[in-house]
């Protein structure tokens, strides 16, 4: 008896490596490179890249309402441009802009008409996906929305070096809007004059 007892307390820390571990290689694919793009007390953005792929996630970290499949304006979303040629332009020709189709909660992939204005959904050919969930992270353990987009790399970055990107985090409980990076005063919402850079 007892030394089953004693067996008890060693299997318990087990355990809990163990599931710790499994959670690590479920947040992050083996031999991911990471980049963070944003970190602050709302939100957590990155983008792991691996095997051709590269995974953005967007977590709102102080948003605990459950809209990420509402209609608008009562949804919680968020949108990323990709100066594709990173040329600090908003070109008709090969940058995009990703975001959700509200009705289908499917990816939304849209051609830039300069920096104030977009195509449908599915102007832009691709082969990204996207997803949403209300779930608890490594970075906040109460339930939030957490936001996915996977692109083949050779779509968004074809030189394999970087990206020119920009964001936008809306929560719709909350109210807040948030653009990263702030776009520069008088250009418009799809402008590329500022963006977040990121090197491989
Ligand atoms: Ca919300
Ligand atoms: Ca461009």
New binding site residues.
Partial sequence: MSRIFRGGFLAAPVVCLVLLLSFEAFSQAPNAERKTLVKNKEHLAYIDRADGKLTLVVELLSDFSDETKGSPPARDFVWVGI?????????SG??AIFSVDPKANTLCAQTLYGEQATSGCGAFASAATYEAAFVGTAAQAKPHPVFTFVFPEREIMPDGKGLNLILRVHSAEIGSVMNYPERAPGKGMYS?SKTISVKF
């Fill in positions: 100066d594709i040629n990173r040329n600090k332009t908003s070109d090969p940058d590329f």
